[in-house]
């Protein structure tokens, strides 16, 4: 296959990349390196570095190339700076991808995956796992502008033959640390207990321990970065086979309180991993975990790497590398 990828230069763009090329696919990457960093990718793909909103430079890369697939990664993806400023995320989550969407229509790219968020859902009443067809009700702008996309997608569904992916909590790094994330200012749980497991934080803040949980922390579903790479090579496949529209939630179906996850850290690290509770954050849900019955039967889709521990230690592994060749 021949994919366009947006956002290659990122945490989960980067492991896409990595997938694609294992697989023998050829790739060719849109970025404007806004929060990306080309030294995590590969030298053997074609790299643009540009804005998804650039139409003119866009169409010239899409008559370059028969591109057989759009994987659209490149948004923002902090929920507290999208409470504070909505505007951004609005334009480059909303309004910039539907110029892309557009862009890649005049062009004939009409099989676009989009990687959209769990963040949809906002806070599901029941306790039960999610599944895609529930309600819609996202809690911040962040999710708010991935929904808008998805309504575009879901809109132009005769011109358009789209995947919505919709991922619960990404994290987790390359078992060979080709790549994994990197961030001055991380706000993902698992990075910021490497963070402290290689000394580079004191301690870790947990938003929140009144929630209606067990423990009183708020619980998630996490997936391991390649796991979910491995669910991009698959959905594309399944893509260019079907040529129609779906959704799949990406996780595992099993949730984890933040207590349960710094607890399973600390077995790793003999207890390195200092807390603090502090206040809940704005925009924050008590409970996602994801009913993943749907993609398990269209893609017959089986994870590699379902275990916390697995994920933890890939991480740290990563942060350790980050430390030891100042990256
Ligand atoms: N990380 C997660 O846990 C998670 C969870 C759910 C959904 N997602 C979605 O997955 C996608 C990738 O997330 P990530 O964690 O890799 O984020 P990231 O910030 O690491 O990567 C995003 C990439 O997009 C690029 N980019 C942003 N705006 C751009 C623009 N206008 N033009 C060109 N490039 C642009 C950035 O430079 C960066 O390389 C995002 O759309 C995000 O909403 C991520």
């Known amino acids: 296959m021949n994919i366009l990828l947006t956002g290659g230069a990122g945490y989960i763009g980067s492991h896409v990349v990595f997938s694609l090329l294992d697989n023998g696919h050829k790739v060719t990457v849109i970025d404007n390196l806004s929060t990306g960093h080309k030294k995590i990718l590969p030298k053997k793909i074609n790299f643009f570095d540009c804005n998804i909103n650039e139409k003119y430079k866009i169409k010239e890369i899409l008559q370059s190339s028969n591109f057989d697939i759009l994987m659209h990664f490149a948004g923002f993806i902090k929920v507290e700076e999208s409470v504070s400023n909505p505007k951004k995320y609005f334009e480059n989550n909303t309004d910039n991808a539907i110029s892309l969407f557009e862009t890649c229509l005049e062009n004939n790219l009409n099989n ?18 999610i599944s895609e067809n529930e309600l819609l009700k996202p809690l911040n702008p962040y999710g708010e502008s991935k929904m808008r996309t998805e309504n575009y997608l879901l809109k132009n569904k005769k011109k ?53 949980t067990t423990d009183g922390t708020a619980i998630r579903d996490y997936i391991h970065v390649s796991d979910l790479a491995d669910i991009h090579v698959k959905t594309s496949e399944y893509l260019l086979q079907n040529r ?24 790793i690290t003999n207890g ?29 889709w089986k994870p590699k790497y379902n275990n916390l521990k697995t994920i933890i230690h890939s991480s740290i592994n990563w942060e350790k590398k980050i430390y030891e060749e100042n990256l």
């Open 160 to 212: 358009i033959n789209s995947i919505i992916l919709r991922y619960f909590n990404v994290a987790g790094a390359d078992n060979q640390l080709r790549t994994g994330l990197l961030s001055d200012a991380a706000t993902h749980l698992i990075k910021i207990i490497s963070e402290v497991a290689v000394g580079k934080r004191k301690k870790i803040c947990i938003y929140g321990n009144d929630y209606t």
């Open 244 to 267: 129609e529209s779906n959704i799949f939630n990406c996780g595992y179906g099993r949730g984890y309180s933040v207590l349960d996850v710094i607890n399973k850290a600390n077995n």
């Open 272 to 300: 390195k991993i200092k807390f603090e509770i502090s206040n809940r954050r704005p925009g924050d849900a008590e409970k996602l975990v994801s009913d993943v019955e749907k993609i398990n039967k269209h893609l017959k």
């Open 112 to 129: 676009i995956i989009f990687s959209s968020t769990a963040a949809v859902y906002g806070n599901p009443k029941e306790n039960k796992p």
